[in-house]
């Protein structure tokens, strides 16, 4: 399993991103998706889950109405769109394979975020 991140900047409080992710060596359209981040000095947090499908979308309330999660089976690609950016939403996101039980059990080596103005 590869999962490969990119899109994260430095960004003001209150701008946009969009992160994306591309897997590989597994079928990715058979997969529920995670975007987990840590904070610094923080532990992981999941901040989105989609079904393999997309059809199924859940969010941590910490980030319901300014982000927004999708896929792209033909491309094996996921995404996060953020907007309003807050400072305590710097933290390194990392794209992860759900295991079917809730969690995840593969992730890639992160993107960073940082919101600071």
């Known amino acids: 399993v590869y999962l490969v991140e990119s899109g994260g900047a430095l960004v003001q409080p209150g701008g946009s991103l969009r992160l994306s992710c591309i897997g590989s060596?597994?079928?990715?359209?058979?997969?529920?998706m995670n975007w987990v981040r840590q904070a610094p000095g923080k532990g992981l947090e999941r901040v989105s889950g989609?079904?393999?499908?997309?059809?199924?979308?859940r969010y941590a309330d910490s980030v319901k109405g300014r982000f927004t999660i999708s896929r792209d089976n033909g491309k094996n690609s996921l995404y996060l769109q953020m907007s309003n950016l807050r400072l305590n939403d710097t933290a390194v996101y990392y794209c992860?394979?759900?295991?079917?039980?809730?969690?995840?059990?593969?992730w890639g080596q992160g993107t960073q975020v940082t919101v600071s103005s």
């Open positions: 992860a394979k759900a295991n079917g039980k809730g969690a995840w059990d593969s």
């Open positions: 060596g597994f079928t990715f359209s058979n997969y529920g």
């Open positions: 989609i079904s393999s499908n997309g059809q199924e979308t």
